[in-house]
């Protein structure tokens, strides 16, 4: 098979759910989704929400170029259905893929405001994940309204300290419901993380929206090991997105001693770092 263009994306973590306040903001992690078109068609595993389809579907409906005949490659290192933003990282990697291969220079703005449209239709997101979106496409934070266009919706933006480490603990699926009235309920913890985010403290964030989800989802498992975490000298823990796996921030000297602490209780870790730079497209021969 011939590759015709190529994409790539980044996981994220959480620093504001947006069901919660109305406002989301993530992160970029180095977890990366990579997505190619080929000249024929090719089965993906793993598309269980058929997101691909719906980006087919809405670059079509935009009127861009498209091969007559494609079809997507698609390797990934972020695990799926844990709230690391696996769904934001595959549609926007496709669709910079297709905007290699068809040579339409759009921008990462234009590219997150399709992306929210796919996942919306696939039913990925509730709210589009505008927020996971740009953490997908460009390095640093963004506080956003997930309502604007991409392009008007971010408020406040900033750097992470890529010298960090950010440990990922996996506790297998997701199998809770996400009930918006739950997170409204805890409407006075979110309102402090995004007090926390305005200050500049977005760390100080991550931790209070988790005690936040937590709640909302009755994950008290997920409390007691960010509490955990945070008593074993990480700076940050709480759950991403909607869950299950929970983020934690540590200087690099701790993240060993910590990761050691979550296996102990039969969890799996990943260590990583926040994004540096996300590469765009692939040269394509």
């Not at 007559?68 to 926007?92: H, M, N, R, Y």
């Not at 950010?166 to 309920?185: A, N």
């Not at 991550?206 to 960010?226: C, E």
Request: charged share 20%.
């Amino acid at each position: 098979m011939k590759i015709l263009g190529s994409g790539k994306a980044n996981g994220a973590i959480s620093i504001l759910h947006a069901v919660g306040i109305g406002k989301g903001c993530s992160v970029g992690i180095q977890l990366e989704t990579k997505v190619q078109i080929v000249d024929e068609p090719n089965k993906v595993n793993g598309d269980m929400h058929r997101l691909l389809d719906s980006v087919e579907y809405f670059w079509r409906k935009e009127g861009l170029p498209i091969p007559d005949e494609f079809g997507w490659q698609v390797e990934s290192t972020i695990p799926i259905g844990q709230g690391l933003k696996s769904s934001s990282a595959l549609s926007c990697a496709a669709f910079r893929a297709l905007n290699s291969c068809s040579w339409t220079g759009l921008s990462n703005s234009e590219i997150a405001d399709l992306a929210a449209k796919s996942q919306i239709m696939s039913k990925c997101a509730i709210t589009g994940s505008m927020d996971d979106n740009w953490a997908a496409l460009e390095p640093g934070w963004k506080l956003v309204d997930p309502t604007m266009g991409a392009s008007e919706s971010i408020i406040i933006q900033g750097k992470m300290d890529e010298s960090l480490s950010v440990l990922v603990c996996l506790r297998g699926e997701r199998s809770l419901e996400i009930s918006p009235k739950r997170f409204l309920e805890q409407r006075q913890i979110f309102e402090r993380a995004l007090a926390s985010i305005m200050s500049g403290s977005p760390l100080d964030s991550l931790s209070s929206n988790g005690m936040a989800v937590s709640a909302a989802t009755d994950d008290h498992q997920a409390l007691r090991i960010s509490n955990l975490c945070i008593a074993s000298g990480s700076i940050a823990s709480g759950i991403s997105g909607s869950g299950p796996a929970i983020a934690i921030v540590c200087f690099e000297d701790d993240a060993e001693s910590i990761s050691a602490i979550i296996e102990e209780m039969g969890l799996l870790t990943i260590q990583t770092r926040f994004a540096s730079s996300i590469a765009t497209v692939e040269e394509v021969a």
